[in-house]
């Protein structure tokens, strides 16, 4: 039986966030660049969930994680407003 454990989370967290500075890095399409950030902060809530699951932090991580997705909506309306009156 295959356990999941924090390795693992932390392997699917570094290869989102590689992913996502070489989005930032490689195109020059501003929404690219907005998805690529996307990814960073999407490995950061990966991050954030397996270290209060695993490190029994309580509900912290759910909390910080739940503040960073608002923030990825704001900055990709923000990014998106922008790049629409350009």
Same mark, same amino acid.
């Given at each position: 039986? &295959?356990?999941?454990?924090?390795?693992? =989370?932390?392997?699917?967290? !570094?290869? @989102?966030?590689? =992913?996502?500075?070489?989005?930032?890095?490689?195109?020059? %399409?501003?929404?690219?660049?907005?998805?690529?950030?996307? &990814?960073? @902060? *999407?490995?950061?809530?990966?991050? =954030?969930?397996?270290?209060?699951?695993?490190? *029994?932090?309580? &509900?912290?991580?759910?909390?910080?994680?739940?503040?960073? /997705? /608002? @923030?990825? !909506? !704001?900055? !990709?309306?923000?990014? @998106?407003?922008?790049?629409? %009156?350009?």
């Amino acid at each position: 039986m &295959l356990h999941v454990g924090l390795t693992h =989370f932390l392997t699917v967290s !570094a290869f @989102l966030f590689s =992913f996502g500075v070489y989005a930032i890095v490689t195109r020059k %399409n501003a929404v690219m660049v907005l998805m690529g950030i996307e &990814l960073i @902060l *999407n490995s950061a809530n990966i991050n =954030f969930v397996a270290f209060s699951k695993f490190g *029994n932090f309580g &509900l912290g991580g759910q909390i910080i994680a739940l503040f960073v /997705i /608002i @923030l990825a !909506a !704001a900055e !990709a309306a923000v990014g @998106l407003a922008i790049v629409l %009156n350009i």
